[in-house]
């Protein structure tokens, strides 16, 4: 069972990994849209449209990512304090209660949201020339998809760390930067970062 659990995490992981690119995507458009603008006097219009829809397409394929990774926004103050069958029984609870009805009616709204846009072959009508709607609004039930299988596997963690009143393993992937972590590795100590500040701030004052 483990092993299908993370593979299921390994999928979500490739794909927020695959649509993180996005954000290379984006960065690069606006930029070149930015310098066309100002500088080439050559705006697009259909520019605007595109930035929308490549934000969105990153955030929305972002989320079986992200709940893979426990990564979501909770109010964990409290949440903190409980056991781990604690924890597991509210999250079963939220799980069941909110989440798979949530999910699959945004999987079955976006379903018809992206059937009615093909076939009426829909164009964004937020600036001229807009580019087509239909493959956009295709994301939304395909990153519903992934985010409910994700969903479906958090639900299987539960019942396991129910059971063996530990939380299992989860995919490894790249975490942020533990600073206490860093400085033990270069050998830095935070009365040295005081001295080096000092330093600086002397160099400054004698130039």
């Given at each position: 069972m483990q092993k299908v659990l993370l593979f299921v995490d390994k999928i979500s992981t490739w794909v927020g990994q695959a649509f993180s690119w996005f954000i290379v995507a984006l960065t690069l458009h606006i930029s070149w849209e930015v310098y066309s603008r100002y500088v080439l006097?050559?705006?697009?219009?259909?520019a605007f449209d595109a930035m929308i829809?490549?934000?969105?397409?990153?955030?929305?394929?972002?989320?079986?990512?992200?709940?893979?990774?426990?990564?979501?926004v909770r109010g964990d103050v409290i949440y903190g304090f409980f056991s781990p069958r604690a924890q597991a029984a509210l999250d079963l609870t939220l799980y069941i209660v909110f989440f798979i009805p949530g999910v699959i009616a945004l999987v079955w709204a976006g379903y018809t949201y992206a059937a009615e846009s093909w076939a009426?072959?829909?164009?964004?009508?937020?600036?001229?020339?807009?580019p087509p709607v239909y493959p956009f609004k295709t994301v939304i039930p395909l990153a519903g998809a992934f985010v409910l299988v994700q969903g479906i596997v958090e639900i299987i963690r539960c019942v396991i760390c129910l059971k063996q009143g530990e939380w299992p393993s989860r995919e490894a992937d790249v975490?942020?930067?533990?600073?206490?972590?860093?400085?033990?590795?270069?050998?830095?100590?935070?009365?040295?970062?005081?001295?080096?500040?000092?330093?600086v701030v002397q160099q400054e004052r004698n130039k």
């Open positions: 006097d050559h705006p697009r219009a259909w829809m490549m934000y969105g397409t990153l955030f929305m394929m972002a989320g079986a990512y992200t709940l893979a990774k426990n990564g979501h009426i072959n829909e164009h964004s009508n937020i600036t001229s020339e807009g975490q942020e930067v533990d600073v206490d972590k860093l400085k033990e590795m270069v050998h830095v100590k935070d009365e040295d970062i005081e001295k080096l500040d000092k330093f």
